[in-house]
């Protein structure tokens, strides 16, 4: 996988699990100290966070770091 689609899919999952929590952009940027632009940027896919953060994000979400990196998609069970 290329640089450009790990991105897109990290920001992507970063953007799936933010509404499945029912936050804002701006209530998860607040949540872990980051304005709500770089969040916006993560899931455009215009950069991606730190590994800390992912760590962090991962807590917040309730899953795994692995999960906000692969393409849900193509995972067998689906």
Known sequence: M?????KK??????????K???FTQA???EKLNYSDKAVSKW????S???V??????????????NDLLVD????PEN
């Open 27 to 29: 209530r998860l940027a």
């Open 9 to 18: 899919q990290i920001g992507e999952n970063i953007g799936a699990y933010r």
């Open 48 to 50: 991606v966070p730190d």
């Open 43 to 46: 899931e455009r896919g215009e």
């Open 72 to 75: 849900p998609n193509a995972l």
């Open 52 to 65: 800390t953060t992912l760590v962090q994000l991962a807590d917040l979400f309730d899953v795994t770091v």
């Open 20 to 22: 499945r929590m029912g």
């Open 2 to 6: 290329d640089d450009e689609k790990l």
